[in-house]
């Protein structure tokens, strides 16, 4: 799928301390309970989603891109989050984003 936008519209800017999935990024990123991701810890919830924390005693060391949030997001797939090196005026990386359904259920 592709989408025809600028910068962080593209893909998922970066993981916080705890950032939440929903059903279709816990799909796409192939997030299971059997997931063992470096640095931190999963709670899934309900409507398939998935809470990731980072763990870490300081989480005020986590403001910044650091190299725990690097490691987790190259073990999921780092082409659906934001490369620091591209230009969000001009993006030039190839990202991903899950497909939605929009549908009412």
Known sequence: MEIEARGHRLCLP???WYTYFGKEYKEALS???GNSLPN???TFGENDSVLLRIIEDNPALLI???NKENLIINSL???YFWNEED??????FKYKMPDYNFEQE
Do not use: S
Request: aromatic share 4%; hydrophobic share 20%; proline share 10%.
């Open 87 to 92: 230009d969000w005026r001009n993006p030039n």
């Open 31 to 33: 997030i299971t309970r």
């Open 14 to 16: 970066r993981i916080h």
């Open 64 to 66: 910044r891109p650091n």
């Open 40 to 42: 931190c810890e999963l």
């Open 77 to 79: 797939d780092k082409e």
